[in-house]
């Protein structure tokens, strides 16, 4: 009745030979990711990345001798985000979980409002919460995997989370005030829910089809996120929080060594998602004067042919655009190092004829692949519109739940 969705891991292929011995797997796991987060070089005969680097000497020679004053917590606050806590068990290196946190006496938070505001005066984060418990997850439901067909999940220090989640409104009020975060972007906002956005992007497409108005959409899946650094002393705070983070792979009994993570924002942290946006604030404005829907890292571009007697020209404006839009895409990804997964950025055509149309829509010289029906924010979207197959799948999984349900009412035991 119960299973795992995915294949316990407890076999490794390296390419060359299959590993089956916990500490071997986690050795190859170790060389793997910590190859992942090794640093990268400037290439400093690129006139974009020249600039970078100088405003970033310049901006971290200034840093010392900045002392402008960060709003200090209180009991209020972290008892706030205490109870929003999720009573979880499982816990990073010191072994503290939610569930235990969730259960402190007053007092303790008394005390912890004392070392946060200490630190926020400081601009300064502990090193010690700057430790990452890496597990990992089997992405296959069958075969021998590879290591990059595992899920690395990331596990902090719960202390380090309540204190990342006071960060976290001082640097998203400063975002939203500044109007960094852009009207597309639904995504880990106060009131902007994922169902908003869907919503938005039905009713586009709907009013298209409505007047025989195709519409091409297309799917931005990104690989890996990277940091930017900005502002005084809320930056002071930032730049601590992320140098010098840290890592070590667990498998089992088995614990790797220690390594450095040199790119790449903190997983499981409630301020990786805040910054990842607002690093990536101005990506709407290289899609020109189509439509943009965000959620997080999640990019869709829908394109809308003008109006004409005949399908044909409709189609031709969609492959024009979507080329130059895809080209744009793919520059800013180079400009700014966010690698685009070109094998999951798909094209997806939404019309209302009978026949199905084929379209030729390239990415730096390469034909994207156009698909039928794709998976974008939990929903899946066919080119008719047609919400069958969402609905099926939510009654499977409704029915799934109630077999269990049955089941155990049934007086069943494991």
């Known amino acids: 009745m119960y299973k795992h969705k995915s294949l316990l891991l407890s076999k490794l292929d390296t390419g060359k030979t299959v590993l089956t011995k916990e500490n071997e797997i986690n050795d190859e796991r170790y060389r793997y990711y910590s190859e992942q987060f090794q640093a990268q070089d400037a290439d400093m005969s690129d006139p974009h990345e020249n600039q970078i680097e100088t405003e970033y000497l310049k901006l971290m020679n200034k840093l010392p001798i900045l002392n402008e004053k960060i709003e200090k917590t209180n009991f209020t606050e972290i008892k706030k985000h205490i109870l929003k806590l999720e009573p979880k068990q499982s816990s990073g290196f010191d072994a503290v979980s939610n569930f235990i946190i969730k259960r402190i006496p007053p007092g303790y938070i008394g005390y912890l409002v004392n070392y946060f505001n200490t630190w926020l005066t400081e601009h300064r984060y502990p090193d010690m919460w700057k430790l990452a418990k890496v597990v990992t997850l089997n992405k296959l439901k069958a075969g021998i995997l590879h290591c990059d067909q595992t899920r690395p999940i990331s596990l902090l220090a719960t202390h380090s989370k309540l204190f990342e989640k006071n960060m976290l409104e001082r640097l998203r009020y400063w975002a939203e005030t500044n109007r960094l975060v852009p009207a597309e972007q639904s995504g880990f906002r106060p009131r902007c829910l994922l169902q908003t956005r869907v919503l938005s992007i039905y009713q586009e497409v709907k009013n298209n089809m409505t007047v025989n108005i195709p519409t091409l959409a297309i799917c931005v899946d990104y690989e890996k996120a990277y940091n930017r650094v900005w502002h005084k002393g809320l930056l002071k705070l930032i730049i601590s929080w992320l140098n010098d983070r840290r890592v070590y792979v667990i498998f089992g009994e088995n614990k790797s060594k220690i390594f450095y993570t040199h790119i790449g924002l903190p997983q ?86 009978v026949q199905n149309r084929v379209v030729d829509i390239y990415m730096e010289g390469k034909k994207r692949e156009v698909v039928k029906e794709c998976k974008y924010l939990g929903f899946t979207w066919t080119n008719k519109m047609s919400l069958k197959p969402t609905i099926d799948k939510t009654l499977e999984n409704m029915q799934r739940t109630f077999s269990k349900l049955r089941w155990m009412k049934g007086g069943k035991t494991l």
């Open 268 to 353: 499981g942290s409630s301020l990786s998602l805040c910054l990842f946006i607002v690093y990536h604030s101005n990506l709407v404005t290289c899609l020109s004067a189509f439509s943009s829907h965000i959620f997080t890292d999640d990019l869709n571009v829908l394109i809308s042919s003008p109006i004409c007697r005949g399908f044909k020209p409709m189609i031709k404006f969609l492959e024009e655009g979507g080329t130059k839009i895809c080209n744009k895409i793919a520059y800013y990804s180079k400009k700014w190092k966010q690698p685009v997964n070109f094998s999951k950025t798909v094209v997806h055509v939404f019309h209302s004829q």
